[in-house]
């Protein structure tokens, strides 16, 4: 167990539709990241968060949106939602956000598009 | 920026036999080094990291990696696997430059048979 919680595991719903992600992260840690994992894409970083502000962002599309709130969880939105958003959203955290931490995944909520 | 490449998509190998999973990064700058295991339908979990000092690096269950500089490497290795090693390995690297993202490889799928 990594200590990161993310709910929920499955989420089925239609093209057009907006659903929203959220973790928490392990106890003590202040930085949340969120990560894509799609067949075709393979594992890729959205964004990360540091005590509330936005630290990085990666190849996160203008439809996805996240924030982190003052109690450290998390929550990624997506609206829109198309067919290739089908995918494993991962949330990880680590403690500081410095680059040699290493970052505790949880176990993914699966999106599928119908 | 940089990139990470696992050389092998699937690596089967028999119960008890040595095993080694190869990873190499690209980067203009100095990186830390992860390897990531992710079992059916789980997260991924930390194997083992590289930050600096000695290059081999012990992780859990019975693996170890080497950083090779020169060759831009960090294969993982373990000399007698069991049947439940069998998972999707990632490896991937940090930038000491650009925050905590981490860039990842496509992931080694590693098949022990009995």
């Known amino acids: 167990d990594s200590g990161v919680t993310q709910t929920p595991k499955h989420l089925i719903t239609a093209t057009g539709q907006r659903v929203t992600l959220r973790c928490s992260p392990r106890?003590?840690?202040?930085?949340v990241y969120w990560y894509q994992q799609s067949l075709d894409q393979g594992l890729q970083f959205l964004i990360q968060?540091?005590?509330?502000?936005?630290?990085a962002k990666g190849n996160i599309l203008e439809r996805f949106s996240a924030q982190q709130f003052p109690d450290l969880h998390s929550e990624l939105n997506l609206s829109s939602l198309e067919l290739g958003d089908s995918a494993l959203y991962f949330c990880?955290?680590?403690?500081?956000?410095?680059?040699?931490?290493?970052?505790?995944f949880g176990d993914g909520t699966r999106l599928s598009i119908l | 920026a940089q990139s990470v490449t696992q050389l092998d998509s699937q690596v089967p190998v028999f119960e008890e036999a040595p095993v080694e999973l190869r990873c190499n990064y690209s980067?203009?700058?100095?990186?830390?080094l992860f390897w990531y295991v992710q079992y059916p339908n789980q997260g991924l979990q930390l194997l083992l990291k590289?930050?600096?000092?000695?290059?081999l690096v012990k992780g859990i269950n019975g693996f170890e990696a080497e950083f090779n500089k020169s060759q831009t490497s960090f294969h993982l290795r373990k000399p007698s696997v069991h049947i439940s090693d069998t998972a999707e390995y990632f490896c991937?690297?940090?930038?000491?430059?650009?925050?905590?993202?981490?860039?990842f490889g496509g992931g080694t799928r590693l098949m022990v048979k009995p």
């Open positions: 106890s003590g840690d202040l930085s």
């Open positions: 590289y930050l600096s000092g000695s290059t």
């Open positions: 980067s203009s700058v100095s990186v830390y």
């Open positions: 968060y540091y005590n509330g502000e936005e630290r």
């Open positions: 990880a955290s680590s403690a500081t956000g410095q680059s040699n931490q290493p970052q505790h």
């Open positions: 991937a690297v940090s930038d000491h430059n650009a925050g905590n993202m981490l860039t």
